[in-house]
């Protein structure tokens, strides 16, 4: 369980890494929304391996998140408001 929180930190560093360089916003994007996604992944391993259920409820709240602000986001970048 170890090497997978290994491996999702590395991701994480990656999909920073990505954010940062770009180039464009839709690059910047999927890699923040990838970020979440890695993130999530990790509280699920933490939850699994301490036995804190409360992690569990942390990233159902992330992953509602996650898909809201990609939702918003991508209507943002189109130049659309909610009402559209």
Do not use: H, N
Request: a neutral charge; proline letters at 2%; charged letters at 10%.
């Amino acid at each position: 369980m170890t090497a997978f929180l290994y491996a999702l930190i590395g991701c994480c560093a990656l999909c920073l890494a990505r954010a940062a360089r770009g180039p464009g916003v839709p690059d910047r994007m999927l890699a923040i929304d990838t970020l979440a996604t890695v993130v999530l992944g990790m509280l699920v391993v933490l939850s699994t391996m301490t036995g804190l259920a409360y992690l569990m409820d942390i990233a159902i709240a992330l992953a509602l998140l996650g898909f809201v602000g990609t939702l918003a986001l991508a209507k943002q970048i189109e130049g659309r408001t909610f009402g559209d």
